[in-house]
């Protein structure tokens, strides 16, 4: 059965910080580049980070450059996030996504509330 389970999620402060967990089990993880997304309420869903498969490429969003790493442990089978000097604009459900070849699979999401 493939699952993305995502955690680390909750109410921050702003310019507090966060980690996010996103634990893969179903398939080959090793050969799966791995994506965060995030979504406000009536907003689209947009891309933040993205990591290759052997995490010698990473990319990030304009808007969290400098602030949010994006790392990936493939003997655990997890995808991180790093979110550093939160803004409340950061506040979304984030998503994370895994991906190879014609091949795609989403994570059921974490709540991440950056308010005072």
């Known amino acids: 059965q493939v699952q993305l389970v995502e955690s680390g999620g909750g109410l921050v402060q702003p310019g507090g910080s966060l980690r996010l967990s996103c634990v893969a089990s179903?398939?080959?993880?090793?050969?799966?580049?791995m994506y965060w997304y995030r979504q406000a309420p009536g907003k689209e869903r947009d891309l933040v980070a993205s990591?290759?498969?052997?995490?010698?490429?990473?990319s990030y969003a304009d808007s969290v450059k400098g602030r949010f790493t994006v790392s990936r442990d493939n003997v655990k089978n997890t995808v991180y996030l790093q979110m550093n000097s939160l803004k409340p604009e950061d506040t979304a459900v984030y998503y994370c996504?895994?991906?190879?070849?014609?091949?795609?699979?989403w994570g059921q999401g974490t709540q991440v509330t950056v308010s005072s």
């Open positions: 996504k895994a991906v190879r070849a014609f091949r795609t699979y």
């Open positions: 179903g398939f080959t993880f090793t050969s799966y580049a």
């Open positions: 990591i290759s498969s052997n995490s010698g490429d990473t």
